[in-house]
């Protein structure tokens, strides 16, 4: 990506900002068809903007000629794609998204996903939870997998939303008001307080297997060819950035993070990964920059491959 665009990714951040198997999709897809992608914006973003999504969904279409390239709007307008992102309950933006995806012909033979910041785990979701049209390869740009714990460097143009989002954290992340409308804390993740994390946390505790097992979410998400976790080594955005590989902070504290392998997520296969990382389904892969910043050059040589 151009210095500009990716700075303009990194600074939107910081302003507070599905299927058939992969076996029957390539037998069934015409050979010459690229395989669609599917995109969904961070937190603060919108679909469109030309110097984000717009910038991505463009680079796609010029890397691979007659791709269909659906960038998710959120709403009606791009003002209300960028405001859901911040309070439209994630089960909900969810749902939606698998009904547009299941009416959208264009995917019907399977597409690939690529989620930014938060769209990451959003789309995980629907890997998992919609299975119908199916993902083949899902690509994830700085996801909070296992929630966050903090939201550094949020100030900006929307530093007001940004100071009263705090606010309600802090008077309490995971009672039922501030879980149905804020987004952010539907992937808030106490390490002081694992218990009422589990307890409620009405979306990323579910998606995560956390107070049992769903066979299906398991199923679904094991019927990807590639998972795709990218990860930012000077990540100021994320909060621990272990977060974009499946770790997180150790029970009580809030300074030693565990790895995705040190999880009881992966030790206990609750979602597959244990088994999809012993086939090689999963790819972890680091971009040297902070939040969604990176190159156009890194892009094509990195990501394009699981594209075509």
Same mark, same amino acid.
């Given at each position: ?15 507070? !900002? ?16 690229? &395989? ?9 973003? !919108? ?31 791009? &003002?209300?794609?960028?405001? %859901? ?26 597409? %690939? ?61 995971? #009672? !039922? ?23 409620? !946390? ?13 066979? #299906? ?70 971009? %040297? ?20």
């Amino acid at each position: 990506m151009a210095p500009l665009a990716a700075g303009c990714l990194l600074l939107l951040f910081s302003f507070c !900002s599905v299927r058939r198997t992969a076996a029957s999709w390539n037998t069934s897809r015409n050979l010459t068809e690229p &395989t669609p992608v599917v995109i969904w914006h961070g937190m603060g973003d !919108s679909c469109c903007n030309p110097l984000s999504m717009g910038f991505i969904k463009k680079l796609v279409e010029q890397e691979i000629p007659r791709i269909y390239v659906l960038s998710l709007e959120i709403g009606n307008t791009i &003002t209300e794609d960028m405001e %859901n992102s911040f309070f439209m309950n994630v089960n909900d933006q969810v749902a939606l998204v698998c009904n547009i995806l299941s009416k959208d012909k264009k995917l019907q033979d399977g597409y %690939n996903a690529m989620g930014f910041s938060q769209g990451g785990q959003f789309l995980r979701a629907v890997a998992q939870r919609c299975p119908s049209p199916a993902m083949v390869n899902l690509i994830t740009f700085g996801g909070q997998h296992q929630g966050v714990y903090g939201l550094p460097h949020c100030p900006g143009v929307s530093s007001h939303i940004c100071n009263w989002i705090r606010k309600m954290l802090n008077l309490g992340a995971y #009672s !039922s008001p501030i879980q149905e409308h804020l987004v952010q804390a539907e992937y808030w993740h106490d390490p002081l307080n694992e218990d009422l994390y589990r307890n409620k !946390s009405i979306f990323l505790a579910d998606i995560n297997q956390e107070r049992g097992i769903n066979e #299906s979410y398991k199923e679904n998400l094991m019927k990807l060819k590639k998972f795709v976790m990218v990860k930012f080594s000077s990540d100021t955005m994320v909060d621990p950035v272990d977060s974009e590989w499946f770790g997180f902070y150790k029970a009580g504290q809030a300074k030693e993070t565990y790895t995705l392998k040190e999880s009881v997520l992966y030790q206990e296969d609750r979602l597959g990964l244990k088994a999809m990382d012993k086939v090689k389904k999963l790819e972890f892969l680091t971009a %040297n920059g902070d939040h969604l910043q990176f190159s156009e050059e890194w892009f094509i040589k990195n990501i394009v491959p699981y594209l075509k």
